[in-house]
């Protein structure tokens, strides 16, 4: 870690509240970058994730349009795209086109996992023709071919004995950087080999980090992509005046989060009043401690200390929030005011430091 200050960077699944339609879900999303990209903060990412009750973020090319529209000069990209789901072209072709529309401010993250259940895995692929396995195991392959599909000079496609020019797009001045994410030894170990940025995504396994980052810093081979090793770290978020009503807008997330490990119904988010209602049997309530312990809940300074002691840990620069504050029954449906106050309160106390 450098002796810069600590860049904050946003991840946003665009999550969907009892109630709430994908529109009004869509419109808070877009008013929580704006206040990202007024607050300062480096990045906005997100993520992809299919047939989800919860979560609308199903086609981050079509997000991150409408996001970069929507904001100045943030940084827009995919925490991420999932490639085992895409051909390599199609990726390839809507990158180089958001990278045409806002140069310089397109980030490309892939990942290996398939985002979705395996029947959702299946019609994403019945349609290409494709299979998940074969997809997977040809992820680096894949990778590779992205990267040479959308550089501005185009890649030679050997087809029946000739050479045939491909490129993502024509007149391209730019590409964007790619990214390399995942929860595990082997995307580490990848984005080394390939000399590629690499994002550990702690804010979903929570553990294994320090050993992911060691082993990709140790395996680097630097590249066109990056000539030093590259990363940072994400984290789940949740920001308020108080600790007792921060834990309070987190208990809706963890709850979904416990559904979701324990096989129960996954649904809408639950509003805050909703959530402080359930009571959870005693083996789902180890879980949900032991996953509320991985997360950052707090007052601004008490949350500011521990992302900087998160960032010293683990030797980053840059923190990637996920902020996960839910919202009380009578909120607006079209805004997610909780997560705007987990920004505005960390760019206030980040800003306070800055000038001290």
Request: charged content about 20%; aromatic content about 6%.
């Amino acid at each position: 870690m450098t002796d810069q200050p600590l860049q904050l960077s946003v991840l946003d699944l665009v999550p969907v509240r009892d109630g709430q339609s994908t529109t009004q879900a869509v419109q808070a999303s877009l008013a929580l970058a704006r206040v990202a990209d007024r607050s300062g903060f480096r990045r906005y990412w997100v993520a992809e994730h299919h047939n989800m009750p919860a979560v609308a973020a199903t086609n981050p090319p079509v997000l991150i349009a409408m996001i970069a529209g929507a904001t100045e000069r943030i940084r827009v990209g995919s925490g991420g795209v999932m490639l085992p789901n895409h051909a390599p072209l199609v990726v390839a072709e809507q990158f180089a086109l958001l990278e045409a529309a806002y140069p310089g401010r397109i980030d490309l993250g892939l990942g290996r996992a398939p985002g979705s259940d395996p029947v959702t895995s299946w019609a994403l692929r019945h349609g290409g023709g494709g299979v998940e396995a074969d997809a997977v195991n040809r992820f680096p392959e894949h990778v590779g071919n992205v990267i040479a599909m959308m550089d501005p000079a185009g890649v030679g496609l050997a087809l029946s004995g000739r050479t045939h020019e491909l490129r993502a797009t024509p007149g391209a001045r730019s590409r964007p950087p790619v990214w390399l994410l995942g929860s595990s030894d082997y995307s580490a170990q990848l984005a080394a080999s390939m000399g590629l940025p690499y994002v550990f995504a702690h804010h979903f396994s929570g553990s294994g980090t320090r050993e992911a980052l060691d082993l990709y810093r140790s395996g680097f081979r630097p590249s066109d992509e990056a000539d030093e090793p590259t990363t940072f770290l994400t984290a789940n978020v949740c920001v308020a005046t108080t600790d007792g009503e921060a834990e309070r807008l987190a208990r809706p997330q963890l709850l979904a989060m416990v559904a979701l490990r324990t096989g129960g119904e996954l649904r809408p988010q639950l509003s805050v009043e909703a959530a402080a209602a359930v009571q959870l049997p005693a083996e789902h309530q180890r879980l949900y401690d032991a996953m509320r312990a991985r997360w950052v809940i707090g007052t601004p300074d008490d949350v500011m200390r521990q992302l900087t002691e998160l960032a010293t840990t683990y030797a980053v620069d840059e923190v990637m929030v996920h902020p996960v504050a839910g919202s009380p029954a009578d909120a607006a449906p079209d805004r997610a005011e909780t997560r705007e106050t987990t920004l505005e309160l960390l760019a206030g106390v980040r800003d306070h430091r800055l000038v001290r």
